[in-house]
């Protein structure tokens, strides 16, 4: 359904700069959040694997007669390798914290660009006061920002 404008024009949300610009931001946080989700996923595979494989290999290493070991690894092999799936552990953390990190301060700065063109909040009264003069045309980009005080 078509709206008309109060000069007798059509309004079309394609031809609109702020719905487009509003569409972009929700488009990019979608996106966002989309990768934080796989990076989160691929994550806790990963820890579980992981975890799998040092119980295992502790198991084995405490009680070398439950296991057909067989010479296959020597004694010394094992605390080695213990140590090395717990660095591969910590890496992969800090590698997806990172991720993380990064993907949250590209959403902090696209919702300060959308409510407030680029420029720092003068206070936390004139951010709000930003924010709902924006959100008086439009729903909030966000629910994650969102907090009691807002309203």
């Given at each position: 359904m078509q709206e008309t404008l109060p000069n007798g024009s059509l309004w079309d949300e394609f031809h609109d700069p702020e719905v487009v610009n509003w569409k972009r931001c929700r488009s990019v946080i979608e996106h966002e959040n989309n990768l934080v989700n796989h990076r989160l996923s691929w994550l806790f595979a990963s820890q579980g694997f992981l975890y799998g494989a040092y119980g295992v290999l502790l198991n084995i290493w405490k009680n070398p007669s439950d296991a057909s070991n067989d010479g296959q690894l020597?004694?010394?092999?094992?605390?080695?390798?213990?140590?090395?799936?717990?660095l591969v552990g910590m890496l992969a953390c800090l590698a997806v914290h990172n991720s993380i990190t990064e993907a949250q301060k590209n959403m902090d700065e696209l919702e300060r660009w959308w409510y407030n063109k680029g420029c720092k909040y003068e206070s936390d009264?004139?951010?709000l006061k930003t924010r709902k003069a924006r959100d008086t045309n439009h729903p909030p980009q966000q629910a994650l920002h969102l907090s009691m005080k807002d309203t």
């Open positions: 020597p004694q010394l092999s094992y605390p080695a390798l213990l140590v090395t799936i717990a009264d004139h951010r």
